[in-house]
């Protein structure tokens, strides 16, 4: 098993480092999404006092010719603080600082989906729109090889591992009980995890959060995890399908509802969103991986839970359908429906925007609407 040299430090001697007094001063970690709309970048300054609000923070800047951001005769880009939260690394009073990105002229990077996203969820804030994201990730040595599959060769077959115990079974516990916590201290709204279908392959719920929050905690829960795997020295993927073959890939399948579909007879608005969805199946297809569906297409085969990419669907209790009504909201005629096909490397903001586009915008055809006009 392949794991990186960082991870065989001394982490007692690093501990000595840790426990010694900061003084007065605080240690932020600005966050942002590069130029591949899928990597994380970080680094860290120095405040002279714990921010309260998000208004205590500065803005930063960075050289974005080594984030694929920019050219490098023109390479500054701006840190634009948006959310913040606890460090579980460093601990209180240190925090971890999601930040949007800027070009030199003050626009949004072209992979700062967060800017259209907050304007798109001001527009429908009276519906309340409520969203929960399951995460699926896959755990990797750093050669790339899944954590725990034999070095020449396979697993068994997928059976015992969704939700499984046992050495056998589950590999990797100890990262998903580590991020979890580590997301409960930050502030994260994480609300469930569980093994998946494939060995090595895992899964935590974000949700429910309300408009933009949605997409500013799944980066940073996906941030924690990425650094917890870091500390124990192995990597997690996010690939869509990262075994090819007759193994489950990784979504993101994302909870949707409004107050009115929450209410009583809600059950109607629900159909009636999801009639404008099936509408509207291409545009939602590009927008949900960040290859335009290109990375969508290897996961959704029809086969391993998933719906045919080229087809939409809705069913109750339908796991191979595009939209899932859970049973239960069938039975009460009110709750929120699960769009199963964004792929686990999607952006939130632009998911959970395309959804707010379509069902309670109303908007149609291809391309989304220009509301900067």
């Keep these: 098993m392949a794991t990186s040299a960082s991870s065989k430090l001394n982490k007692a001697v690093k ?42 923070l500065p803005e930063w800047n960075f050289d974005g010719s080594s984030t694929y951001q920019s050219e490098g005769s023109n390479s ?49 804030e009276n519906s309340h729109p409520w969203f929960g994201m399951e995460q699926e990730y896959t755990l990797l040595g750093t050669d790339g090889h899944p954590f725990g ?4 060769g396979f697993p068994g077959p997928q059976g015992p591992y969704y939700c499984g115990v046992g050495a056998d079974k589950a590999y990797g516990r100890d990262i998903v009980e580590s991020h979890y916590r580590a997301c409960l201290y930050a502030g994260i709204q994480i609300c469930g995890t569980n093994a998946e279908v494939m ?21 940073i ?19 869509p399908k990262p075994i090819s073959g007759n193994w489950n890939g990784a979504g993101c399948h994302t909870n949707f509802s409004t107050k009115e579909m929450r209410d009583e007879g809600g059950l109607k608005v629900i159909e009636e969103a999801i009639e404008r969805l099936g509408k509207r199946h291409r545009y939602h297809i590009r927008a949900y991986d ?10 959704l085969t029809g086969h391993h839970e998933t719906s045919n990419i080229d087809e939409f669907s809705a069913g109750v209790a339908n796991r191979g359908a595009s939209i899932r009504i859970p049973r239960s909201v069938g039975q009460d005629k009110k709750g929120y429906f699960e769009d199963r096909r964004p792929s686990a490397n999607c952006d939130p903001y632009i998911v959970t925007e395309a959804l707010v586009r379509t069902c309670l915008l109303k908007e149609e055809g291809e391309e989304p609407t220009d509301y900067s006009k």
């Design 199 to 219: 060995p090595a392959q895992w899964e935590f719920q974000v949700g429910p959060c309300e408009g933009i929050n949605m997409g500013d905690h799944l980066w």
């Design 221 to 239: 829960a996906r941030f924690i995890l990425h650094r917890v795997c870091e500390d124990f020295g192995v990597v997690v993927s996010f690939d």
């Design 290 to 299: 960040p290859k335009g569906g290109l990375d969508n297409a290897r996961r």
């Design 149 to 152: 599959w034999p070095s020449n």
């Design 15 to 56: 501990q000595q480092y840790m426990d010694l007094p900061q003084g007065d001063k605080v240690q932020a970690m600005y966050i942002w999404i590069d130029g591949t709309g899928e990597g994380i970048r970080c680094k860290t300054r120095t405040l002279d006092s714990e921010p309260k609000t998000i208004e205590d």
């Design 76 to 124: 500054d880009m701006y840190l634009i603080p948006a959310a913040m939260f606890r460090d579980p690394f460093r601990k209180d009073p240190n925090k971890l600082v999601l930040c949007e990105v800027l070009k030199y002229n003050r626009k949004p990077a072209e992979t700062n989906l967060r800017c259209t996203c907050k304007k798109v969820m001001s527009m429908v």
